[in-house]
């Protein structure tokens, strides 16, 4: 690299990665196997990648180099990413964190894009391989992969968050500058904020599920994790659009995030007049740790601070969000990973006896515990006799729980709170499945509405771990959410905070270079 040290690169956000590639500072190929290398050498202690595509992504790299030669590039061309092993990748092994896809004597092959990695190869982004994630997207934790859980690396003890938890730990130890993550009920903001990232869930239907393997069909979105939300917003403008293949893509017109970001009220005041709403359920409830807590409420003085408004307001159905949430996504869960049965592809267990034997070894040795826990629950609730009892009456309360958020949006215009009740936890620690659910009483109930929603660092506990802020937004209203966390964080540095693995390794390259 001609101009940039290999530890120089950490400082840079996406669009500098960009400029540095335009002006042939260094090459998309000198750029990937910076993190290639880095990701040999550090995530044997993170468990991050499940694949690392180290062919592909020289071979996209090499091809990313020379459209800038041939003066066809745009701004992200040859800036290297990590997808979720969730999004299927033409000729890739694509797992969904299962031994039902990633068996090593079977191990499922996609036999094509999604249409979220198509559009990323499209903008010449170069593939560094596929991450880690709780199995089928079902976990806050990481620890239900069959591939075994990620670390965070803020703390390699702790766990990173989930599902997306590949993600945000690739991404908050530097093996990737931005990545794709889903969230089901949480899953990209829960994880930004146990590993002091930014993490946007945006609207349902504004990115396209096509390629994306099924948890819960009505729940799950894609979206960008990042360190900045204006990393995020160059990877959400990629990702979104109207996709024909996807019967729940939305068509409709993509705001320019990146040209979005510095719509500003007042140069002083940015966030002048913008209302905020402070729901009461949301602090001093849930279990919500005091230190979380302060270090949202110095958040909020800070938006204050910049001209923002602070609202109280209700919202009476928090508490009904998880119940809802634990009937309605198990239930489609049981429908959808019914495709699973040793008979066309996927795990299959040896020497059955006959076709029932067949379906229930492979299904029993193939799922882990918990995907088995929620198919059981939403077969359960779909049984004849507990259909009206349990589903329909779920799906009651998640339009009650719709509503109470549009009666919000009257008086408000984002909606703020805690990311998560805690900071990450040990592995291990939690391991009851309802503790498990119970962490995720901030993040559910945006799901059950299909709203937008953003989760940004704010600082850290006594700990030295990341806490989050969450900001949630009317449908559609992603680049009013990037806007705000982009403007807070043009006044504080919490996104460029970096692990203790990347200071680490600054600081012996500093002495490094010292001694030369």
């Known amino acids: 690299m001609t101009d940039h040290s290999s530890s120089e690169l950490h400082q840079l956000s996406v669009r500098q990665l960009g400029e540095g590639l335009a002006a042939k500072k260094f090459s998309s190929v000198e750029l990937t196997q910076h993190y290639l290398q880095r990701i040999a050498a550090i995530d044997p202690q993170l468990n991050s990648y499940v694949t690392v595509t180290s062919e592909l992504a020289l071979a996209q790299a090499q091809a990313a180099d020379q459209a800038r030669t041939d003066g066809k590039a745009g701004i992200l061309t040859g800036i290297p990413l990590a997808h979720k092993d969730i999004f299927c990748t033409q000729g890739v092994k694509t797992t969904a964190g299962s031994r039902m896809l990633g068996d090593p004597k079977n191990p499922f092959i996609a036999p094509y894009n999604a249409t979220v990695v198509e559009k990323c190869l499209n903008a010449g982004l170069v593939t560094l391989g596929k991450v880690n994630m709780d199995e089928f997207a079902m976990g806050s934790t990481n620890e239900k992969s069959y591939f075994g859980a990620s670390k965070n690396p803020w703390d390699t003890n702790r766990i990173p968050g989930g599902s997306s938890g590949g ?108 209302r905020i709403g402070l729901p009461r359920q949301y602090f001093g409830h849930n279990g919500l740790n005091s230190e979380v807590q302060s270090r949202i409420d110095a958040a909020l003085q800070q938006l204050q601070q910049l001209g ?54 492979s299904r029993a040795e193939g799922f882990g515990d918990e995907v088995q826990r929620r198919i059981l629950i939403g077969t359960y609730a779909l049984s004849a006799g507990y259909y009206d009892a349990y589903y329909v009456k779920a799906q009651k309360v998640r339009r009650l729980i719709q509503q109470d958020f549009l009666r919000a949006f009257e008086q408000v215009d984002v909606i703020a709170g805690p990311t998560a009740p805690s900071t990450a936890y040990q592995i291990g620690e939690n391991l009851d ?46 680049s009013k959410l990037l806007s705000i966390v982009h403007q807070y964080q043009q006044h504080t540095d919490w996104h460029l905070q970096r692990s203790p693995l990347i200071a680490a390794q600054l600081n012996s390259a500093a002495s490094a270079q010292e001694n030369v």
């Open 433 to 478: 499945p309802v503790s498990m659910y119970l962490g995720d009483i901030y993040t559910i109930a945006v799901n059950l509405a299909g709203l937008p929603a953003i989760s940004a660092p704010v600082g850290f506990d006594d700990n030295k771990l990341p806490v989050g802020l969450q900001l949630i937004g009317p449908y559609w209203s992603e």
């Open 167 to 274: 993600s945000a730990a690739a991404v908050a130890a530097d093996l990737a500058p931005f990545a794709t993550g889903t969230d089901t009920g949480g899953s990209i903001r829960q994880p930004a904020s146990f590993c002091g990232l930014t993490g946007i869930k945006p609207t349902y239907g504004r990115v396209s599920r096509f390629g994306m393997i099924a948890y819960a069909s009505s729940f799950d979105q894609a979206g960008p994790m990042a360190r900045s939300a204006e990393d995020c917003a160059y990877l959400l403008q990629v990702m979104s659009g109207h996709d024909a293949k996807d019967s729940t893509s939305v068509d409709r017109p993509v705001d320019d995030y990146v040209a979005e970001l510095n719509q500003v009220a007042e140069l002083n005041q940015p966030l002048k007049g913008l």
């Open 308 to 361: 923002a408004i602070l609202v109280d307001i209700d919202l009476d159905t928090t508490d009904a969000a998880i119940p809802a949430y634990y009937l309605l996504a198990p239930a489609e869960a049981s429908s959808n990973l019914s495709r699973y049965d040793g008979v066309r592809y996927g795990y299959r267990c040896e020497n059955p006896t006959d076709l029932t034997d067949l379906y229930s070894r």
